[in-house]
């Protein structure tokens, strides 16, 4: 086992020389990742649930506008923070209701993957969509609702982004004229 984690920090040393790479950190991760799909996996089996062989397009969406709002309410909005703050440390805000955090690298390479890993929606969608996916063999009826929740808050943030666009460009234009108004403030006064 030493010798391993040995080649990991002299191939760590070797691939990224002047840069902090937690590969260390990543390989744990990634075990952790498949771990957890070998488990629902093993469920599955053990409940005799099987894997549908056709996913319907509902269904591709659902994961998938779901699994992009889930994964940004995990990375990036305040509310979630005290997930990501043992792991990150506030920059700043990023606009509509999210933060800019950077990962903490006063820890070890396992807490530094795991900060790249909860700040980074990117990275989360992998876990998240795969979550939902195996949700859809375990529990179809709970995932799908827990999914058109996070479909309707994703749908929800596009329509307030739209109507804040909107209201934005009504405010920078010149107010409308009304049918015959350029008339009336050219005609001279009469006495």
């Known amino acids: 086992m030493f010798g391993l984690l040995d080649r990991i920090r002299k191939t760590n040393r070797a691939y990224a020389a002047h840069e902090h790479r937690p590969l260390e950190g990543y390989l744990r991760t990634m075990g952790t990742y498949g771990l957890a799909g070998l488990t629902l996996t093993g469920v599955a089996m053990a409940t005799r649930r099987r894997i549908p062989e056709r996913i319907s397009a509902g269904d591709v969406a659902l994961v998938s506008l779901a699994t992009h709002k889930l994964s940004r309410i995990l ?114 006064a009469t006495a």
């Not at 209201?167 to 004229?177: I, M, Q, R, S, V």
Request: hydrophobic residues 45%; glycine residues 8%; aromatic residues 8%.
């Open 75 to 188: 990375a990036k909005e305040a509310v979630t923070s005290p997930l990501r703050a043992p792991f990150t440390s506030y920059v700043g805000p990023a606009g509509a209701a999210e933060l800019t955090e950077e990962v903490r690298d006063d820890q070890g390479p396992v807490m530094h993957a795991v900060g790249e890993l909860l700040s980074c929606p990117f990275c989360l969608a992998v876990w998240i969509a795969s979550g939902l996916s195996a949700g859809l063999v375990l529990a179809p009826r709970f995932t799908r609702l827990v999914g058109v929740t996070f479909t309707a808050v994703a749908a929800s943030d596009f329509l307030q982004l739209a109507y804040t666009a909107a209201k934005n460009l009504a405010e920078k234009e010149p107010p409308a004229h009304t049918p015959g108004s350029e008339q009336t403030a050219s005609r001279p």
